[in-house]
């Protein structure tokens, strides 16, 4: 039957060229039902439907094929007894398989129970001069899938579930943070300061303004400034960008999710992100717990609190509350053979090497989902010291299979002492540190002019996404990433991936 039908061979450059010299793509078709909608339909119901030919069979008296639309799929017939000799010979030369068309007929069903179209009336909507993926071998190539995406969507269904899953979390997503009482807002991607996170940033020029901007590393600043101007509950889902090295759970163009409360702490945060994880499992999956990898992944019930200090400790025989600055740090890592000497020398900051060591002695065994707490006071100069211990701060992240997915902390409030942290990522700038935060002074400004207390967050949606889906790198689940030149495109055909 034509639901078995073989494909057209997927060597060639061009097929039914012929039939395409001369074609005037239709501007319009009107549709009644979609191809999910026909396959529920009871048999003889008059349907119109339009969408792609994915699958093609003359066979005789009777040609079988499968139409997709955005629902899914349907089997459509021509029976020459019903059509006449000369519109079904016409009709099944005028089609190929990636063909666009529209057809209006009544449903039947066959002897192997499938739901089909009998065609009465059909046109060809637009012609597909080269070839769709083979059927059964589809694109099993990464790099052919990520360039050429919507061959991809074509031909794997896996894509196009994990891509509308994610079009699900983040409608819901939206949905919680709105019932919650937030608001969504849009902030600056072009930033006269890179600033919000420790991160090397993109610069652009803006030929009317004359000057140069960065491409934002984190809405951060801005979104406070708005909490600041008396919007409470603030969100951005949007894109940021670090000029930084590639992995599978690294991709310099990401989503993040980012908001702010006033009035609430990073406890708060703790059990709200928490509540907003579980509950778009439950809506999304139905479950909370996921496989990823072969590991089943946990989200249900609490999640255990991890001390940053400790976990260092413990992993690397280093006491982060002892060692202070960066060059004993450096010395400890030296006598200790944690990190190569190259690697350690690179770091111009005590955040940096701490940053380095720990994502290599500690992340890659935080699998289940859990809460780290309490980094030192170095790492994040936005955020607001602890009152009981000021070398830590008010911060967690949340951490499952060796990823950061949520980064928040009791933000900073206090001009005074922002002004100070900023000058120090300004002098460890100068000292060759280019992936710390720059000077804002509007920023500093809008703090002197008073800002309520507040918490902030940072969820990555990519990362999320993925984790839900099973998608071993974040490659899967955005639709069009950034890749190197095509090998032999170009001087730069190196494929190979780099470190974040």
């Known amino acids: ?32 039902t979609l191809a999910a909608e026909a396959s529920e339909k009871p048999d003889g119901e008059t349907v119109r ?4 030919v994915m699958l093609w069979r003359p066979m005789g008296g ?3 094929g499968q139409l997709q639309d955005r629902s899914g799929r349907v ?14 010979k016409q009709w099944t030369k005028a089609i190929s398989i990636g063909d666009f068309i529209g057809i209006e007929g009544s449903t039947w069903t066959t002897q192997k129970g499938e739901k089909t179209v009998a065609v009465s009336s ?15 071998q589809g694109i099993h190539d990464p790099d052919l899938r990520y360039r050429k995406r919507y061959l991809d969507l074509l031909s794997n269904e896996q894509s196009r579930q994990r891509f509308l899953l994610r079009t699900k979390v983040i409608a819901f997503i939206r949905r919680f943070l709105d019932e919650a009482g937030f608001v969504e807002v849009e902030t600056p991607i072009l930033q006269a300061a890179a600033s919000g996170a420790a991160a090397r940033p993109f610069v652009t020029h803006h030929n009317a303004l004359d000057r140069d901007f960065y491409l934002r590393i984190s809405p951060e600043t801005y979104l406070k400034r708005v909490v600041a101007g008396g919007f409470e509950r603030v969100y951005e889902l949007g894109r940021n960008f670090r000029n930084e090295g590639i992995d599978s759970s690294h991709l ?13 702490d990073y406890r708060d945060n703790m059990r709200f992100v928490r509540k907003l994880i579980q509950a778009t499992f439950d809506e999304i999956l139905g479950t909370r717990s ?14 255990p609190e991890i001390d940053y200090r400790t976990a260092v400790r413990d992993a690397t025989g280093i006491d982060l509350r002892e060692v202070r600055d960066v060059n004993a740090l450096k010395a400890a890592i030296e006598d200790a053979g944690l990190l190569s000497e190259e690697e350690a020398d690179r770091q111009v900051s005590y955040a940096g090497l701490v940053d380095l060591l720990y994502k290599r002695t500690v992340r890659p065994g935080l699998i289940q989902p859990c809460f780290l707490v309490h980094h030192p006071v170095e790492l994040v100069p936005l955020a607001r010291r602890n009152d009981d211990d000021p070398t830590i701060l008010d911060m967690f992240q949340v951490v499952v299979n060796g990823w950061e997915i949520v980064k928040a902390y009791s933000e900073l409030v206090d001009p005074i002492d922002q002004r100070a942290r900023l000058e120090e990522q300004v002098a460890l700038r100068e000292q060759g540190d280019d992936e710390t935060m720059m000077m804002e002074e509007d920023f500093l400004e809008c703090m002197e002019h008073g800002m309520p207390p507040m918490s902030g967050l940072g969820l990555g949606i990519d990362r999320f996404v993925a984790l839900l889906t099973d998608a071993p790198t974040l490659r899967d689940v955005v639709l ?13 055909d190196d494929s190979t991936e780099s470190e974040a």
């Open 1 to 32: 039957m034509g639901e078995n039908a073989p494909v057209s061979d997927n060597g060639a450059q061009n097929i039914h060229s012929e039939e395409a010299v001369g074609f005037k793509p239709a501007g319009r078709f009107e549709v009644d």
């Open 49 to 52: 439907l339009a969408g792609r």
């Open 62 to 64: 009777i040609a079988f």
């Open 75 to 88: 089997q459509f017939s021509f029976d020459k007894k019903a059509l006449g000799a000369d519109t079904f």
């Open 122 to 136: 059909m046109t060809v909507l637009n012609k597909a001069l080269r070839p769709m993926p083979d059927k059964w």
């Open 252 to 264: 310099q163009e990401f989503t993040m999710l980012e908001w702010y409360a006033a009035y609430w």
């Open 290 to 303: 996921v496989s990823f990898e072969g590991i089943t992944l946990d989200f249900g019930g609490d999640w």
């Open 480 to 492: 069009f990433p950034q890749l190197r030149e095509a090998p032999g495109s170009g001087p730069n």
